[in-house]
Nanobody
Framework: VQLQASGGGLVQAGGSLRLSCAAS????????MAWYRQAPGKQRELVADITRSGGSTTISDSVKGRFTISRDIAKNTVHLQMNSLKPEDTGIYYC?????????WGQGTLVTVSS
């Protein structure tokens, strides 16, 4: 399984970005897909995840109401729509998938929010 994350960049506070994670396999076969982030000097944390059925999502309290996770099955892609961005959202965002009892990580995409 290979995961390719994209869509990061520099944005002003209050702006929006949409991250994409393209998977090499069929995403409906993955138990869960998720976005994590790691801010400078901090541990990696879960931002949002979506289950195989797509019927259940989890959004971290820190981004609830601003971020949305979704998927495009036809394109084997999971998106993270990020609105009302804040400087504290700055970090490297990683795509994650769990499949066959194993965890897979993408290479990360940098999001920088300026004040």
């Amino acid at each position: 399984v290979q995961l390719q994350a994209s869509g990061g960049g520099l944005v002003q506070a209050g702006g929006s970005l949409r991250l994409s994670c393209a998977a090499s396999g069929s995403i409906v076969s993955f138990n869960v897909m998720a976005w994590y982030r790691q801010a400078p000097g901090k541990q990696r944390e879960l931002v949002a995840d979506i289950t195989r059925s797509g019927g259940s999502t989890t959004i971290s309290d820190s981004v609830k109401g601003r971020f949305t996770i979704s998927r495009d099955i036809a394109k084997n892609t999971v998106h993270l729509q990020m609105n009302s961005l804040k400087p504290e959202d700055t970090g490297i965002y990683y795509c994650y998938a769990r499949f066959g009892g194993r965890a897979y990580w993408g290479q990360g995409t940098l999001v920088t929010v300026s004040s």
